[in-house]
């Protein structure tokens, strides 16, 4: 049973429009969610994280919108670049005792085309 | 170094051969993960580490798989007599405490054949 859910396996977005990554998450014991973006024959990478006393966060062309009473968060990319094209992995912590562990979604594939 | 170091990058084992997947992590970072990703997966979490002791090795899949960090940098995740379904990437993070802002390696890509 997954708990995290990236239901778009693939995304295309042309370049300079926004791109938008939904992730739904099934356990209401996550309270801390974070975005990684991976190319290929890489490692994920950070890219942005949100707290649950928040409904945004935002770092440059990168923001990230929690919706607790619908388990849904989105990360928004304006302006869309070449260079984002990359899986995006959506992930959860739980608090206390088990905050070591991310749970992560599928991953949604980006291309941004020129 | 500057960032985690995973070796081998790409290892190939014949089934039932034994194979031992090395991490370098961040220098200083006390926690230590192991991850799994299987084709077209997320990353599946497998055992954590603070310092040298293992905390949590619930996501191991069988008693095949076994992982130590015994000077609480370091860590080595060993698979005994691998089976074609232990095919993934292996992912190794550290992080400074918990598994906020955890750093990952490349990976090292398991190929049974």
Same mark, same amino acid.
């Given at each position: 049973d997954q708990q995290v859910k990236q239901n778009s396996p693939s995304l295309s977005v042309q370049e300079g429009r926004i791109s938008i990554l939904n992730c739904d998450y099934t356990n209401s014991m996550f309270d801390y969610f974070l975005w990684y973006k991976k190319y290929p024959a890489e490692g994920p990478t950070f890219l942005i994280s949100i707290s649950s006393i928040k409904d945004k966060n935002e770092d440059g062309r990168f923001t990230v919108f929690l919706n607790k009473s619908a388990k849904h968060l989105s990360l928004h990319i304006v302006p869309s670049q070449p260079g984002d094209s990359a899986v995006y992995f959506c992930a959860a912590i739980p608090p206390g005792?088990?905050?070591y562990q991310l749970t992560f979604g599928k991953g949604t594939k980006l291309s941004v085309i020129p | 170094g500057a960032g985690v170091s995973q070796s081998p990058r790409y290892k190939v084992a014949k089934r039932g051969q034994d194979v031992a997947l090395r991490c370098d992590p961040i220098s200083g970072h006390v926690s230590l993960f192991w991850y799994q990703q299987a084709l077209g997966q997320g990353p599946e979490f497998l055992t954590y580490f603070q310092n040298e002791a293992q905390l949590d090795k619930s996501g191991l899949p069988s008693d095949r798989f076994f992982a130590e960090r015994p000077e609480g940098s370091v860590s080595t995740l060993k698979i005994q007599?691998? /089976? /074609?379904?232990?095919?993934a990437v292996y992912l190794c993070a550290s992080s400074l405490l918990n598994g906020y802002e955890a750093f990952f390696g490349q990976g090292t890509r398991l190929t049974v054949v």
């Open positions: 005792a088990g905050s | 007599r691998t /089976q /074609q379904e232990d095919s």
